[in-house]
């Protein structure tokens, strides 16, 4: 008896939520057909609304302008909106649609959630005087739709509930995350000051090179990579609006661990990193602003390489497509090899070696050699060129690229079983794969003998 009791009060349960359903959600079928939906807003234009009010499911209520196309928060705090959320929510207004009329004349707002609705949008365009008003209020029994009503109506329909996630933003939401403003086309020099050391980069034309502690070339993906990385940087959370100068000793930014300066012609930005906020995040700041945020901890990773991070790795830059003439010394052998132009219709290229002896060598074994050659890629740089063998050099690489417009030259010493390069003018040495080398060398005697 009991077993059936239970049966019988579970089924009674899912008749009246059943009916529910029906008559709450379903039962106006003749209202809105589902292949002509209904816009709420039907005369809405979303690139013409410039005044727009967010109340969040959270409570939180926040005003945004638009002033030369451009959105601002004006409340709770003055700052600048992220503009993909806020088009997102215009958007969303112009287009969303009633799935279903619920109720024309409904006896309680409760109901639906609707007396106190969870998430209120309001909005005008510049020529209109009132605010047109979106209220969501509850989820419908199935879940996938919100009781909603517009203005001042009393009508209650339905709009999709996967709309909550663009109309339900908090302050922090809305606003613009980016913590660094400055224009990275224009961006000309670098001063990282990480944990005691110093790194500086400055853009000569279209290469980057680092100045301090040694002057060498940079390597430009790196460098361009961190600037990225720096400009791009989100705030995680706002820890402080208005921090002062008292308060910063507690975020670790009186005496930061980082600090970065982006200086593009007479502008520049500063970014500085304090301490740990938690696994994950540190504290930061813009030094221009007095807010206090946090941010990615990986960010700190990047920025406390050293200026070895950032410079050339590749020993050559010349490939073997585009080389011309190649000269290189082994001791006292000379070997000297140029790439000459096929003549006529679809005629290809050839190498013809001068020295130790002149001949026309194969195509292929002189590109597979020069190849090896272009790939070589330094390990790890030393200060110094002393025990490096470069002294008495294993081999000097002389190679013009580009229809002979550009030259470059390479110093190969040994000792022991490392080996070590060294480029004119470049500080130090560079420490290359030991059997990289020992391969090319078997190559180019393929190719001298």
Not at 78 to 98: F, R
Not at 111 to 133: C, M, Q, S, V
Not at 273 to 298: C, H, L, M
């Amino acid at each position: 008896m009991r077993g059936l009791k239970s049966t019988i009060a579970l089924v009674v349960v899912l008749a009246g939520l059943g009916a529910y359903i029906y008559f709450v959600t379903w039962k106006h079928t003749d209202t809105a057909s589902t292949s002509n939906k209904e816009k709420v807003f039907s005369s809405v234009e979303a690139d013409k609304i410039e005044d727009l009010k967010v109340t969040s499911a959270a409570g939180d209520a926040t005003s945004l302008k638009k002033s030369g196309g451009e959105w601002q928060i004006v409340q709770p705090i003055a700052a600048k909106a992220d503009a993909s959320e806020v088009n997102g929510i215009t958007a969303a207004l112009s287009s969303v649609e009633i799935t279903r009329v619920v109720d024309e004349n409904p006896a309680n707002l409760n109901d639906y959630g609707l007396a106190n609705p969870r998430i209120a949008l309001e909005f005008k365009t510049a020529r209109e005087k009132d605010y047109r008003k979106l209220l969501i209020g509850e989820k419908s029994p199935t879940g996938s739709d919100l009781f909603a009503k517009r203005n001042e109506e009393k009508k209650v329909f339905l709009i999709p509930a996967f709309q909550e996630s663009t109309f339900d933003k908090k302050t922090f939401d809305l606003r613009m995350k980016q913590l660094i403003a400055i224009d990275r086309d224009k961006i000309d020099a670098l001063h990282i000051a990480a944990n005691g050391k110093t790194v500086d980069l400055a853009k000569e034309g279209s290469d980057w090179k680092i100045v301090k502690p040694i002057q060498t070339r940079a390597d430009f993906g790196s460098v361009e990579g961190l600037i990225g990385r720096v400009q791009s940087a989100q705030m995680k959370s706002i820890v402080a609006d208005e921090a002062a100068a008292a308060d910063l000793k507690k975020y670790g930014l009186d005496k930061p661990q980082i600090a970065v300066d982006l200086n593009a012609g007479s502008s520049k930005a500063t970014l500085l990193i304090g301490g740990k906020a938690d696994d994950n995040t540190v504290y930061a700041r813009d030094a221009s602003r007095p807010a206090v945020v946090t941010i990615e901890k990986s960010l700190v990773d990047d920025l406390s390489k050293g200026a070895d991070d950032y410079r050339v790795k590749d020993l050559f830059q010349f490939r073997a497509y585009n080389a011309n003439h190649v000269e290189i010394t082994r001791g006292d052998q000379k070997a000297i090899f140029d790439r000459v132009k096929g003549q006529g219709e679809n005629a290809q290229d050839k190498w013809h070696r001068t020295s130790p002896s002149p001949a026309d060598l194969d195509r292929d074994k002189v590109d597979a050699a020069l190849a090896k050659l272009a790939n070589m890629r330094a390990a790890s740089f030393v200060e110094s060129t002393a025990k490096t063998g470069l002294d008495k050099p294993a081999m000097v690489v002389n190679v013009k690229f580009d229809d002979n417009k550009k030259e470059e030259r390479i110093t190969f010493g040994k000792t022991g079983d490392d080996v070590f390069a060294a480029r004119p003018g470049e500080p130090g040495a560079m420490k290359t794969d030991a059997a990289d080398f020992t391969e090319f060398n078997k190559s180019l005697d393929e190719i001298v003998k």
